[in-house]
Structures are given as structure tokens and as C-alpha cells.
């Protein structure tokens, strides 16, 4: 089983920023993509920004500009910069993997969601 262990998010004042990490740990071959979405109370999970396994990013209108999704491949981790932060983004931030097995299978696998609070 895939497990992907997120920390980085926390509360931070308006203009402010933040990194968050999530690492995957289990018997993994590679990714076809990693992924950033996030969801705020009552409203639906929306894609914040991806990194295909050739290195393509993409990110939201709303956050195009602030921040920037990288991956260290080595560490099975993916990051998100979080720069100018705004009221705005505050959301729960959870990481997505469509994870390549041992055997070549794809499977998507979420993590637990780390909170991002940004304060005016």
C-alpha cells in the first residue's frame, strides 16, 4: 500500500508563505503525475497545481504566478511554494499521486489533507 505523509501547512498572515511537502512511501516504480488540490469548507476540491512525470506544470488561474509545485524524484516527494499568500487560499491542501506499481499498474492515491490557514 501507497501512503503519502503531507506537513508544511499551518497559519500564516496575509503576504506571507509557506512549503508543503508530501513524500510517498511504499513499493513504488514511478508517477505519472503528482498533484496539489485543495477544499474549503462547503465549497468543492478543485486542482491547485500538477507535475507530470516529464516535468509539465500546471496550476490555477487563481494562483498562477504565486505559487510553484516541484518534485524531487530521488525522495518520492512532491513540494508547493506558496508565496503572496491571500485569505483566499485558506483551505484544506492534499496530495494526489496516480502512483506506477512493481508490475506496471496505476493506482491514485490521496494524502490526509493539512490545513492552511491565511489570516488578514
Known amino acids: 500500500q501507497v501512503q503519502l505523509v503531507e506537513s508544511g501547512g499551518g497559519l500564516v498572515q496575509a503576504g506571507g508563505s509557506l512549503r508543503l511537502s508530501c513524500a510517498a512511501s511504499?513499493?513504488?516504480?514511478?508517477?505519472?503525475?503528482m498533484a496539489w488540490y485543495r477544499q474549503a469548507p462547503g465549497k468543492q476540491r478543485e486542482l491547485v497545481a500538477a507535475?507530470?512525470?516529464?516535468?509539465?506544470?500546471n496550476y490555477a488561474g487563481s494562483v498562477k504566478g504565486r505559487f510553484t509545485i516541484s518534485r524531487d524524484n530521488g525522495k518520492n516527494t512532491v513540494y508547493l511554494q506558496m508565496n503572496s499568500l491571500k485569505p483566499e487560499d485558506t483551505a484544506v491542501y492534499y496530495c494526489?499521486?496516480?502512483?506506477?506499481?512493481?508490475?506496471?499498474?496505476?493506482?491514485?492515491?490521496w494524502g490526509q489533507g493539512t490545513q492552511v490557514t491565511v489570516s488578514s
Open positions: 494526489n499521486a496516480d502512483v506506477i506499481g512493481p508490475i506496471s499498474q496505476v493506482q491514485n492515491y
Open positions: 511504499g513499493r513504488i516504480f514511478g508517477f505519472n503525475a
Open positions: 507535475i507530470t512525470n516529464g516535468g509539465s506544470t
